[in-house]
C-alpha cells in the first residue's frame, strides 16, 4: 500500500544498547523528517533530509544518527539508548522543503527504554 | 523565532455540541498556519491550513479555523462534534522559505496539543 510506514511499531529496549528505528515511504517525496512526541512538548525536530545522502539536524539531535542512501528510507539510530531517549517517534515526508507544505506522518514508533 | 501555545491541554465537551480550540501564534514575520489531527495510536494527519487569502480556512470533518492577524491567533472550530473526533489537535506555524541542508531558514513549530475528548 502507499503511504509511509515505520518499524517496529513498539520497541523495549535496556540503556546503552542501539537501537535502530525504520521508515519508508512510496511517494518518492524528497523530504523526510524524524520528530519526538513527548508528554509537554509537542512534537520537536530530531532530524531531517532534503534527499538522499543529504541530511541535516533539527532541534534534538544530540544521541541521535540518520543516513538515507535511498530516497524511500529514512532510518533513525540510537547509538546508545538513554532512558530520556525514552519516548513516541514519528516519520514524515513532504514533496518539497517548501513551508507551505503538508508534512505526512507516519503511524509512529513507541520505544521504550529501561 | 517564532512559537505557538494552545492555551488549552484539555477540552472535554458532549456530543453534538460546538467546540473551540484556541490556538495564538508568535513570529517576527509572515507565517502559515497549520492544524493536525492524531486520533488514537495514530500519526498526525492534516485537518487544515492557512497559506493566504481568506481568513476563514475549512478542512476535513466539518473543521474549520480562523487566521486573525491582529491577535494573532488561529482558533479551530466545530460547530456540531462526534464522538469520532476525539483526538489531540496541534497546530503549528511555519517560516522561511525552503529547507535546506546547512542552512535551512524554514522551521514548522508545534504546539503542546490538545486533547479533544467528546463524551456521550
Known amino acids: 500500500d502507499a503511504g509511509i510506514t515505520q518499524s517496529p511499531r513498539y520497541k523495549i529496549t535496556e540503556t546503552g544498547r542501539q537501537v535502530t528505528l525504520m521508515c519508508h515511504q512510496t511517494w518518492s517525496h524528497s523530504y523526510m523528517f524524524w520528530y519526538r512526541q513527548d508528554l509537554g512538548h509537542g512534537l520537536r525536530l530530531i532530524y531531517y533530509s532534503a534527499a538522499a545522502d543529504i541530511t541535516d539536524k533539527g532541534e534534538v539531535p544530540d544521541g541521535y544518527v540518520v543516513s538515507r542512501s535511498k530516497t524511500e528510507n529514512f532510518p533513525l539510530t540510537l547509538e546508545s539508548a538513554t532512558r530520556s531517549q525514552t519516548s513516541v517517534y514519528f516519520c514524515?515526508?513532504?514533496?518539497?522543503?517548501?513551508?507551505?507544505?503538508?508534512?505526512?506522518f507516519g503511524p509512529g514508533t513507541r520505544l521504550t527504554v529501561l | 523565532a517564532q512559537s505557538v501555545t494552545q492555551l488549552d491541554s484539555q477540552v472535554p465537551v458532549f456530543e453534538e455540541a460546538p467546540v473551540e480550540l484556541r490556538c495564538n501564534y508568535s513570529s517576527s514575520v509572515s507565517v502559515y498556519l497549520f492544524w493536525y489531527v492524531q486520533y488514537p495510536n495514530q500519526g498526525l494527519q492534516l485537518l487544515l491550513k492557512y497559506l493566504s487569502g481568506s481568513t476563514l480556512v475549512k478542512g476535513i470533518n466539518g473543521f474549520e479555523a480562523e487566521f486573525n492577524k491582529s491577535q494573532t491567533s488561529f482558533h479551530l472550530r466545530k460547530p456540531s462534534v462526534h464522538i469520532s473526533d476525539t483526538a489531540e489537535y496541534f497546530c503549528a506555524v511555519s517560516v522561511g522559505g525552503w529547507m535546506n541542508s546547512g542552512g535551512s531558514n524554514y522551521k514548522l513549530t508545534f504546539g503542546k496539543g490538545t486533547l479533544l475528548t467528546v463524551n456521550p
Open positions: 514524515a515526508s513532504s514533496e518539497s522543503g517548501v513551508s507551505t507544505d503538508t508534512q505526512y
